[in-house]
C-alpha cells in the first residue's frame, strides 16, 4: 500500500462524517421547501426532490464505507458484498443523473412555444417519469450483480473481463460521461433560447407572469447545477474508465487518486443546495420563511405568552377606537 493511500484513507475518517452530515441536512432542507406551496406546483420540483432522495440514498452508503475503510475494514470483500457493493454504489449516481436529465428536457419543454411540447412539461408526467426513469435505471445496473465475484484463492473482489462486459461497462461510460452531459448542454442552452424570446414579449396577466418568473429560476437553477454537477463528476469518470479497461492502471497511486476523486464527486449532493439559494430567487423566500418559521416554534414560552399579550392588547384599542369612531359618526356622544 502507496503512502499516499494510506494518507487519504486516513483523511477519509474525518471527511466522511462532514460529508455525510452536509448531504442530509442540505437535502432534508431541499425537500423541505420544494414541497412549498410555491414551487411543487411545477413538474421540474418532482425531478429535484427524486434527485435529493437519491443523493441522500448514495451518500448513506458510500459514506460509511470510505469511513470504514480508514480502518481498513471493506464489506466489499465478502462473498456477498462483492456483489452487492458495486451496485448499489452505481445505482444511485445513475438515477440522480436520470433525473437532471429529465429535469433539463423538463425545462426545455415548459419554455417551448410548441404546444405539443409545452403540453408533455406535466405534474403527471413528472410523477410518471420519474418512476419509469428509477425502475429502468435500477434494471439497467444489474449486470453490476455478474461483473464481479469473490475469489477465495486470494481473498479479494474480482472483476471478469471479457468482450460482453467491456461492452456493457463502455454503455455505462457513454450515457453517464458522454450522451447524458451532452444532452443537458443542448437542452440547457434551448432553454436559454426560450426564456430569451419569451422576455422580449410583454405578459398581461400578474398571476401567469409570477409563474413564469418561477418557472425561469427554476431553469435558471438546474443550468447552474447541471454545469457544477460536470465539473464535479467527470474527473472521476476518466479515472473510471482507465480502470475499466486498463487493468495496469489499479495500482495503489490510482487507487489513492480514485477516493480523492470520490470526495469531490461527493460534493455534488449537497451543494445543490447552495446553488438553489444562489440562483433562485424564489427558492431564497422559502428558505428564510422556513427560518422564520422554525424560530417562532422555538420562542420561549414566556417570551411567546407576551408577544401574544401585546397583540391581544393592541386589537382591543383597536376594536374600541372603531366603536368610538362609529358613535361620532352616528351623532353619539361619548
Same mark, same amino acid.
Given at each position: 500500500?502507496?503512502?499516499?493511500?494510506?494518507?487519504?484513507?486516513?483523511?477519509?475518517?474525518?471527511?466522511?462524517?462532514?460529508?455525510?452530515?452536509?448531504?442530509?441536512?442540505?437535502?432534508?432542507?431541499?425537500?423541505?421547501?420544494?414541497?412549498?406551496?410555491?414551487?411543487?406546483?411545477?413538474?421540474?420540483?418532482?425531478?429535484?426532490?427524486?434527485?435529493?432522495?437519491?443523493?441522500?440514498?448514495?451518500?448513506?452508503?458510500?459514506?460509511?464505507?470510505?469511513?470504514?475503510?480508514?480502518?481498513?475494514?471493506?464489506?466489499?470483500?465478502?462473498?456477498?458484498?462483492?456483489?452487492?457493493?458495486?451496485?448499489?454504489?452505481?445505482?444511485?449516481?445513475?438515477?440522480?443523473?436520470?433525473?437532471?436529465?429529465?429535469?433539463?428536457?423538463?425545462?426545455?419543454?415548459?419554455?417551448?412555444?410548441?404546444?405539443?411540447?409545452?403540453?408533455?412539461?406535466?405534474?403527471?408526467?413528472?410523477?410518471?417519469?420519474?418512476?419509469?426513469?428509477?425502475?429502468?435505471?435500477?434494471?439497467?445496473?444489474?449486470p453490476m450483480l455478474l461483473i464481479y465475484n469473490w475469489d477465495e484463492t486470494s481473498?479479494?473482489?474480482?472483476?471478469?473481463?471479457?468482450?460482453?462486459?467491456?461492452?456493457?461497462?463502455?454503455?455505462?461510460?457513454? #450515457?453517464?460521461?458522454?450522451?447524458?452531459?451532452?444532452?443537458?448542454?443542448?437542452?440547457?442552452?434551448?432553454?436559454?433560447?426560450?426564456?430569451?424570446?419569451?422576455?422580449?414579449?410583454?405578459?398581461?396577466?400578474?398571476?401567469?407572469?409570477?409563474?413564469?418568473?418561477?418557472?425561469?429560476?427554476?431553469?435558471?437553477?438546474?443550468?447552474?447545477?447541471?454545469?457544477?454537477?460536470?465539473?464535479?463528476?467527470?474527473? #472521476?469518470?476518466?479515472?473510471?474508465?482507465?480502470?475499466?479497461?486498463?487493468?495496469?492502471?489499479?495500482?495503489?497511486?490510482?487507487?489513492?487518486?480514485?477516493?480523492?476523486?470520490?470526495?469531490?464527486?461527493?460534493?455534488?449532493?449537497?451543494?445543490?443546495?447552495?446553488?438553489?439559494?444562489?440562483?433562485?430567487?424564489?427558492?431564497?423566500?422559502?428558505?428564510?420563511?422556513?427560518?422564520?418559521?422554525?424560530?417562532?416554534?422555538?420562542?420561549?414560552?414566556?417570551?411567546?405568552?407576551?408577544?401574544?399579550?401585546?397583540?391581544?392588547?393592541?386589537?382591543?384599542?383597536?376594536?374600541?377606537?372603531?366603536?368610538?369612531?362609529?358613535?361620532?359618526?352616528?351623532?353619539?356622544?361619548?
Open positions: 500500500m502507496s503512502k499516499l493511500l494510506e494518507q487519504v484513507l486516513y483523511a477519509n475518517i474525518y471527511l466522511q462524517p462532514i460529508q455525510f452530515f452536509l448531504v442530509i441536512t442540505t437535502n432534508i432542507i431541499n425537500i423541505r421547501i420544494l414541497c412549498s406551496r410555491a414551487l411543487r406546483s411545477s413538474p421540474c420540483t418532482y425531478y429535484f426532490l427524486a434527485y435529493a432522495i437519491f443523493s441522500i440514498n448514495y451518500n448513506a452508503l458510500v459514506c460509511p464505507t470510505q469511513f470504514l475503510r480508514g480502518f481498513y475494514i471493506d464489506w466489499a470483500n465478502t462473498l456477498v458484498g462483492c456483489k452487492m457493493h458495486f451496485y448499489f454504489i452505481f445505482v444511485a449516481p445513475v438515477q440522480a443523473k436520470v433525473m437532471l436529465l429529465l429535469a433539463s428536457f423538463d425545462r426545455y419543454c415548459s419554455s417551448s412555444q410548441s404546444r405539443q411540447l409545452h403540453s408533455r412539461s406535466t405534474i403527471r408526467t413528472a410523477r410518471l417519469c420519474v418512476v419509469i426513469g428509477s425502475i429502468i435505471s435500477a434494471i439497467y445496473m444489474l481473498k479479494k473482489c474480482l472483476r471478469h473481463s471479457d468482450t460482453l462486459i467491456h461492452m456493457y461497462t463502455l454503455s455505462q461510460i457513454v #450515457f453517464y460521461y458522454i450522451l447524458a452531459p451532452i444532452l443537458m448542454l443542448i437542452f440547457g442552452l434551448l432553454t436559454i433560447y426560450n426564456i430569451r424570446r419569451q422576455s422580449t414579449r410583454a405578459l398581461r396577466l400578474s398571476r401567469y407572469m409570477r409563474g413564469r418568473r418561477t418557472e425561469g429560476q427554476l431553469a435558471r437553477m438546474l443550468i447552474l447545477q447541471v454545469s457544477v454537477h460536470l465539473i464535479l463528476v467527470l474527473p #472521476f469518470g476518466i479515472t473510471y474508465s482507465m480502470n475499466a479497461f486498463d487493468p495496469s492502471t489499479r495500482t495503489p497511486h490510482i487507487l489513492a487518486v480514485r477516493y480523492i476523486l470520490v470526495m469531490w464527486q461527493q460534493c455534488d449532493y449537497f451543494v445543490s443546495f447552495f446553488l438553489y439559494i444562489l440562483s433562485g430567487n424564489v427558492y431564497r423566500q422559502e428558505f428564510i420563511r422556513l427560518l422564520k418559521s422554525t424560530r417562532w416554534h422555538h420562542t420561549p414560552p414566556m417570551q411567546s405568552f407576551i408577544h401574544q399579550r401585546i397583540i391581544a392588547k393592541d386589537e382591543i384599542s383597536l376594536v374600541k377606537t372603531n366603536i368610538v369612531s362609529s358613535m361620532k359618526m352616528n351623532g353619539v356622544s361619548v
